[in-house]
């Protein structure tokens, strides 16, 4: 099954595709789609949306998963960021594909075993999985975790990992 994971972003969005047959994961591509910072929000989220449609056309993911919102104290950048995911959202639905939802803790606790790990652990346990993958950035490092968690959980042994995680709270 070849999984796309989404990190939402009106900056930078990033995205990382992988092979999952059963336990076994490869590395396919991951990097990010950026908007001018200098352009009207509407054209910002026009160009994320072709570029992540461009991304799905080449790749062509059998399923994708994205990072649920992580509210903060700002409400305009959560509600920016908010846009953004829903932008992929529908780029992802304009190819078929309806996204799993992943809370940051839960992708955290799956690729790495702690619900508070900093990006720079993401980015070691991505590496860890994938020797020899170039990450483009801690962005395309947390897509390509939270395809990683999808992989997990909606593969063999996904109802263990699920139980696990319960367990640890």
Request: with cysteine.
């Given at each position: 099954m070849r999984v796309i994971g989404v990190d939402p972003?009106?900056?930078?969005?990033?995205?990382?595709v992988i092979e999952a047959d059963g336990n076994r994961l490869r590395h396919v591509a991951?990097?990010?789609?950026?908007s001018?910072?200098?352009?009207?929000?509407?054209?910002?989220?026009?160009?994320?949306?072709r570029a992540l449609a461009e991304v799905i056309a080449a790749h062509a993911p059998e399923a994708a998963a994205i990072e649920q919102t992580f509210v903060n104290r700002d409400g305009q950048g959560?509600?920016?960021?908010?846009?953004?995911?829903?932008?992929?959202?529908l780029a992802l639905?304009?190819?078929?594909?309806?996204?799993?939802?992943?809370?940051?803790?839960?992708?955290?606790?799956?690729?790495?075993?702690?619900?508070?790990?900093?990006?720079?652990?993401?980015a070691h346990m991505v590496s860890h999985h994938f020797p020899g993958a170039k990450l483009a950035g801690p962005d395309a490092a947390d897509a390509l975790a939270i395809a990683i968690c999808h992989a997990h959980h909606s593969g063999p042994g996904a109802a263990r990992i699920a139980a696990a995680l319960r367990a640890a709270g």
């Open positions: 972003g009106l900056r930078q969005l990033g995205w990382g991951n990097g990010h789609c950026c001018d910072a200098a352009l009207p929000l509407a054209r910002r989220l026009q160009q994320i949306f959560t509600l920016k960021l908010g846009q953004a995911r829903g932008v992929a959202m639905a304009e190819a078929g594909l309806m996204p799993a939802e992943y809370a940051p803790n839960t992708v955290k606790k799956t690729v790495v075993g702690s619900g508070h790990a900093a990006k720079g652990q993401i």
